[in-house]
T-cell receptor
């Protein structure tokens, strides 16, 4: 089946630094990937839609200059949290979309736990 | 607005028994996709079952089945012969034609041995 990986699985960084999270589709190509944020005991909140070869589309309320998304190839999207602050600490999940006229599905990565100290 | 509602924050069931998790949604679209995802403590999202809105037949995957009532905009998940490994957060999600998933708030399922 379709596998999506994320790297790193967890990261600790100091306030003011930037951290990059990678999302890869391992055995399929994904023109569209999504980035979610999940706070403890809450649901997934869509942050942005990442399209290969074009600018990401951000959801309302998400700072695009803080959460930089680059979809450089059909198998890789990256999320960079710039000038991180403790309130950016969260669990970040990516997914890759597979869609045709008959079927739609998102395959999820295992997530990245970010802790900003 | 397109919304997904899970009204049961927590549910518990005796091992080997059956439990039903509720999900309702609101949309004006006629063609969409519905999903139930399981999120165990590892936090990896796992697809449990999917339903295409254009299909009248309820989806079934082994011990998991859905009761899809399109007119009522209801999409419940039934878990039969509950097992300890079924303990997790369950999220109902819908794709309303914009390629994005809208998630419910989740139901935490506990299995009582």
């Amino acid at each position: 089946g379709a596998v999506v990986s994320q790297h790193p699985s967890w990261v600790i960084c100091k306030s003011g630094t930037s951290v990059k999270i990678e999302c890869r589709s391992l055995d399929f190509q994904a023109t569209t990937m999504f980035w979610y944020r999940q706070f403890p005991k809450q649901s997934l909140m869509l942050m942005a839609t990442s399209n290969e070869g074009s600018k990401a589309t951000y959801e309302q309320g998400v700072e695009k200059d803080k959460f930089l998304i680059n979809h450089a190839s059909l198998t890789l999207s990256t999320l960079t949290v710039t000038s991180a602050h403790p309130e950016d600490s969260s669990f970040y999940i990516c997914s890759a979309m597979v869609w045709d006229r008959a079927s739609y599905e998102q395959y999820f990565g295992p997530g990245t736990r970010l802790t900003v100290t | 607005a397109q919304t997904v509602t899970q009204s049961q924050p927590e549910m518990s069931v005796q091992e080997a028994e059956t439990v039903t998790l509720s999900c309702t949604y609101d949309t004006s679209e006629s063609d969409y996709y519905l999903f139930w995802y399981k999120q165990p403590p590892s936090r990896q999202m796992i697809l449990v079952i999917r339903q295409e809105a254009y299909k009248q037949q309820n989806a079934t995957e082994n011990r998991f089945s859905v009761n899809f009532q399109k007119a009522a905009k209801s999409f419940s998940l039934k878990i039969s012969d509950s097992q300890l490994g079924d303990a997790a957060m369950y999220f109902c999600a819908c794709e309303f034609g914009n390629e994005k998933l809208t998630f419910g708030t989740g139901t935490r399922l506990t299995i009582i041995p």
